[in-house]
Nanobody, 123 residues
Framework: QVQLEESGGGLVQAGGSLRLSCAASGRTFSSYAMGWFRQAPGKEREFVTAISRNGRTTDYANSVKGRFTISRDNAKNTLDLQMNSLKPEDTAVYYC????????????????WGQGTQVTVSS
């Protein structure tokens, strides 16, 4: 089992940047592929990005490609999401999640989830 905790959310103006972090504890972090999802009010949770166990391969939703960058540090058990050129439509609660599979964009295949961190982008 792995426990996940996100941090770094906040309020930012459109065009700005935020960096989210996810700290993992429990079973070996490097055993899991990791992903970020987001959920806006009244909408379903959607895939944002994922990264393989060794960090060499990534996958992005088209809506964030070129603006967001996922990375991980297996020595520190951390996962990061650098978000640039933010748009109001990026406003959501962002979740990190762990999966034994990669690449997967369906939340069904993620076994462990953090509590989420709010990102609000003002226009």
């Amino acid at each position: 089992q792995v426990q996940l905790e996100e941090s770094g959310g906040g309020l930012v103006q459109a065009g700005g940047s935020l960096r989210l972090s996810c700290a993992a504890s429990g079973r070996t972090f490097s055993s899991y592929a990791m992903g970020w999802f987001r959920q806006a009010p009244g909408k379903e949770r959607e895939f944002v990005t994922a990264i393989s166990r060794n960090g060499r391969t990534t996958d992005y939703a088209n809506s964030v490609k070129g603006r967001f960058t996922i990375s991980r540090d297996n020595a520190k058990n951390t996962l990061d999401l650098q978000m640039n050129s933010l748009k109001p439509e990026d406003t959501a609660v962002y979740y990190c999640a762990a999966s034994t599979l990669f690449p997967v964009s369906s939340s069904t295949y993620y076994n462990y989830w953090g509590q989420g961190t709010q990102v609000t982008v003002s226009s």
